[in-house]
């Protein structure tokens, strides 16, 4: 299973394009240098209030396709 990590700042505004769907991914780039691209959906559960702040582990498949995401601590 691959995966990356991100260091993830969203604030509450943003977070709101998002939702309305004005912006459907995230881009990003990963601890490693690596370009990513994600859809925002993934990160709901963790919004609060100010937003979606934190690092995050992004595990895909051998095919590349989302499989789970964690916050790191």
Known sequence: M???IV???I???EWL???QGVARDVH???RDGRSVRFPA???SRFYLRDGVRGSFRILFDDAGKFA???RLV
């Open 2 to 4: 691959q995966q990356i």
């Open 7 to 9: 260091d993830i700042t």
């Open 11 to 13: 604030s509450s505004d």
């Open 17 to 19: 394009k998002l939702y």
């Open 28 to 30: 990003t780039t990963s």
């Open 41 to 43: 959906r993934i990160l």
């Open 68 to 70: 789970s995401i964690e």
